[in-house]
């Protein structure tokens, strides 16, 4: 019972559900029904009856989060098993490909480049330029002096000289 307790007490800072973290839980939902069940029989009021199914949903769903917590956990080791045994695979082709030898008509592997896909070195026109206009800042349209109006009569009166 000690061994339990202390298990109980650092499954608490232990990251995910723990064997003594589930145990503890599930202990306590049983009981907790079991008390509602009494309470029903000796007050016979529908509202234990209520409590009992939300308890029940509760402590199903803690159950069932366990459960997917602890399937995708399984996952992830199988995945990360397969991934280091793929890595030790490619690791002794390279270790047989990495000879100093040469053989003649090798493979040639050029990336050769989709013409469609290069980009265009070639500047806009001028014409799309034009057709965009300068948007007038908020203070302007309002009548508000604001900084950004103020720096705009700054660079008109520089670009008037």
């Given at each position: 019972m000690a061994s339990f307790l202390t298990d109980l007490f650092t499954s608490i800072f232990t990251p995910g559900p723990t064997h003594s973290l589930l145990i503890a839980t599930n202990v306590s939902f049983a009981a907790l029904q079991a008390i509602f069940f009494i309470l029903l029989l000796l007050t016979y009021s529908v509202h234990f009856?209520?409590?009992?199914?939300l308890c029940a949903g509760l402590w199903w769903s803690i159950n069932w989060f366990a459960a997917e917590l602890e399937a995708v956990r399984q996952r992830e080791k199988e995945q990360e098993a397969r991934v280091s045994a793929e890595s030790q695979q490619q690791r002794y082709k390279r270790s047989d490909e990495d000879t100093d030898t040469e053989t003649e008509g090798g493979d040639n592997h050029?990336?050769?480049?989709n013409p469609e896909a290069v980009a265009s070195l070639v500047p806009p026109s001028h014409d799309?330029?034009?057709n965009l206009r300068k948007r007038r800042s908020l203070g302007s349209s309002t009548g508000d002096v604001s900084t950004d109006s103020e720096w705009?009569?700054?660079e008109e009166a520089d670009m008037q000289r």
């Open positions: 009856i209520v409590l009992s199914v050029a990336i050769r480049a799309a330029d034009a705009d009569k700054v």
